[in-house]
């Protein structure tokens, strides 16, 4: 069984992935996360018009539920077409396991749906999962188009594929000049891989037990950059160093093992005098 289920403390299922060691969510409150991590830094509820979500990692489904409960709740008059991308087909049965006793039911109903392949399209928003490797789909996504990225994949060290230099080049094409990109790793050498990609990067909220996220963008317009100084800083700390992937095709542990050569190569040439 791949998946153990969890209850967080805002009464929120998670799922316990067995196959990464890793819940898909903070066990300090699965739904809280979604909503303060991603919906709310990502601005997508206070633009108008047509707004396009790309959502890397569709797990549960949490941050897209959050998105569309949230702008349901403030009423907002724009239309969301949201994407989700997601490896592993097992998803819809995990997702019969999730309740809320409350008005997010009606949501999840369609993304259930959504998740077994059907494209859904209500009043504010359409949805549909796109099953793969986030990698190679990014390739058949439009560039210059997404107003916000929910960038939520597991931990850097279980999932290093979706966090290097390559993978945010790519993802960087797809933005549009304001998307903001939410990601919940502070990790110094994913701040470095953003920095690397092109983006902007600042600071993203704590949220739960979580420290502080991250949050990145094209041209700044609202997101607080990091000092130029905390860069030049990390330039001599080896832990900075990115995930890298040329072919955007490498296993988890290929990825891991070009950094920890890459790292030990840094740390002897930091020695010399
Ligand atoms: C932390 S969970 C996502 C939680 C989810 N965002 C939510 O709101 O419930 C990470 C998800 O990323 C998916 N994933 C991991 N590697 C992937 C890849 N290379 N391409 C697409 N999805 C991937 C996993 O299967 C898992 O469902």
Redesign the pocket.
């Known amino acids: 069984m791949q998946f153990t289920t969890l209850i967080t403390d805002d009464n929120t299922i998670t799922m316990f ?1 067995n196959a ?1 060691n890793e819940a ?2 903070s066990l300090s409150g ?1 739904y809280h996360e ?1 909503v303060y991590m991603h919906v709310i830094p990502s601005q997508a509820l206070s633009r108008k018009g047509d707004v396009y979500v790309l ?10 539920l959050a998105l569309c409960a949230e702008a349901v709740k403030q009423k907002h008059y724009g239309f969301y077409t949201i994407i989700s ?4 087909t097992d ?1 819809p049965y995990a997702m019969e396991h999730v309740c809320f006793n409350d008005e997010r039911d009606t949501i999840y109903a369609l993304l259930k749906k959504s998740a077994r392949g059907e494209k859904i399209t209500t009043d504010c928003f359409s949805h549909s999962v796109v099953y ?4 190679q789909i990014l390739s058949h996504l439009p560039v210059q188009f997404f107003d916000a990225v ?1 960038h ?3 931990s850097p060290a279980k ?1 290093p ?2 966090w290097t230099v390559d993978f945010f080049q790519k993802l960087f094409t797809l933005c549009k000049d304001e998307c903001i990109v939410t990601t919940y790793s502070a990790a110094v050498h994913v701040r470095t891989a953003l920095k690397k990609a092109g983006f902007i990067v600042g600071r993203g909220p704590e949220v739960g037990r979580k420290k502080e996220g991250t949050i990145a963008t094209k041209k700044n317009t609202t997101v607080l950059p990091l000092d130029e100084s905390y860069f030049t800083y990390l330039e001599k700390d080896p832990k900075a160093l990115p995930f890298t992937d040329p072919e955007l095709c490498d296993t988890p542990e290929e990825i891991r093992k070009r950094r920890k050569i890459q790292m030990h190569e840094f740390k002897k040439g930091l020695q010399v005098p």
């Open positions: 992935d990464y898909m969510h699965a979604a959502d890397i990692g569709f797990g549960l489904g949490y941050n897209v991308l997601e490896k592993n998803i793969g490797d986030a990698r929910f939520d994949p597991f999932n594929e979706l």
